[in-house]
């Protein structure tokens, strides 16, 4: 059974670009979570897709956006990067509502300068 | 909002010997998680414990669920190489809400 997948899992942009990750949840999974980790803040909640409609939401800029597809999949776009957004920023799945746990993927490392 | 304060913030502990993570909440746990991680990659789900008095297994590594003391311990028995790394607490702050407040983490390294 495939796990949860991110791509890239590095990237480098520029101050003021835009980037876009990827998530694809294990099969049958409808929930994808997104978090942001550094080491000043640590695990930080960004936001949460169950069936193509976010329903939680961390607290972040507008900057940060995110959407899921029919199959599941999810993506999440930052714009207008700064330095702060350097981080590695990692998605969770699970089944869906209630205390299933949480898989997560092995992340995406971003680097803005 | 839920905080959790894990201790110690790092451990260096000599291979064999034992050693107990702490995790304590600001709130009420509904449902409390452990992972590990190894620098920079994603996190592995080691236990995840819901009703206070819970304790589960895997391996050489116990977590039990204390909800009146709104706390949960990490205990690895007879520690190995293969247990360093980053061990972290995350916990719902409501049932079935698909939001994860994550612990700071406590930094695990075993020296032979």
């Known amino acids: 059974k495939a796990g949860v997948t991110q791509t890239p899992r590095y990237l480098i942009k520029t101050r003021g670009q835009q980037v876009t990750l990827s998530c694809s949840p294990i099969?049958?999974?409808?929930?994808v979570s997104w978090y942001q980790q550094t080491p000043g803040q640590g695990l930080q909640f960004l936001f949460e897709y169950f069936s193509e409609t976010q329903r939680n939401k961390g607290n972040f800029p507008g900057r940060f956006s995110g959407r899921q597809f029919s199959n599941s999949r999810s993506e999440m776009n930052v714009s207008t990067l700064e330095l702060g957004d350097s981080a590695l920023y990692l998605c969770?799945?699970?089944?869906?509502?209630?205390?299933?746990?949480?898989?997560f993927g092995s992340g995406t490392r971003l680097t803005v300068v | 909002s839920q905080e959790l304060e894990q201790s110690p913030q790092s451990l260096i502990v000599q291979e064999g010997k034992n050693l107990t993570i702490n995790c304590t909440s600001s709130?009420?746990?509904?449902?409390l998680y452990w992972y590990k991680q190894k620098y920079g990659e994603g996190l592995i789900f080691l236990m995840m414990?819901?009703?206070?008095?819970e304790e589960k297994s895997h391996e050489k590594i116990t977590a039990k669920l204390d909800e009146k003391k709104q706390q949960s311990s990490l205990h690895i028995t007879a520690s190995q190489p293969s247990h360093a790394g980053i061990y972290l607490c995350?916990?719902?702050?409501?049932?079935?809400?698909?939001?994860?407040?994550f612990g700071t983490g406590t930094r695990l390294t075993i020296i032979p």
């Open positions: 414990l819901q009703k206070g008095g």
């Open positions: 969770a799945s699970s089944p869906g509502r209630g205390h299933y746990g949480y898989t």
């Open positions: 995350g916990a719902d702050d409501n049932f079935g809400n698909e939001k994860l407040t």
């Open positions: 099969s049958g999974h409808r929930s």
């Open positions: 709130k009420t746990l509904y449902g």
